[in-house]
């Protein structure tokens, strides 16, 4: 897994590319969790290059969510295609985020008070 992110304000842009699991999703959680240390309260996740994510993800993804909401601020994904949407539809996950379907989209939703 690679991340990489942007920042701009309170508002952050991550991007995942890659694998998701058990062995690297504590490194998404930690660089979550410095975001908004930081200040960070509107963060985009975009999975577009996401090839793959296994429970501990979804676990990662909540828990941010969940800390983001407390901080009212908003989270939203984007870039959900193929295999990993399949996944978040499976996983009925579509309706416990905010999903955005390109980055643009998504970094308004977030903005949008």
Do not use: Y
């Not at 930690?30 to 975001?35: I, V």
């Not at 193929?82 to 977030?110: D, P």
Request: net charge negative.
């Amino acid at each position: 897994m690679e991340i990489f992110e942007s920042r701009t304000g309170d508002m952050a842009v991550v991007h995942v590319i890659g694998r998701i699991n058990s062995s690297n999703a504590p490194e998404l959680d930690d660089r979550l969790k410095r975001l908004l240390e930081a200040g960070c309260r509107r963060i985009v996740i975009d999975l577009a290059r996401l090839e793959h994510m296994t429970s501990a993800g979804f676990r990662c993804l909540l828990h941010a969510e969940r800390h983001v909401q407390d901080l009212e601020g908003k989270l939203v994904l984007c870039g959900l295609q193929g295999l990993t949407l399949e996944l978040f539809e499976a996983g009925g996950f579509l309706n416990m985020f905010m999903i955005a379907w390109t980055r643009e989209e998504a970094v308004c939703r977030a903005t949008v008070s």
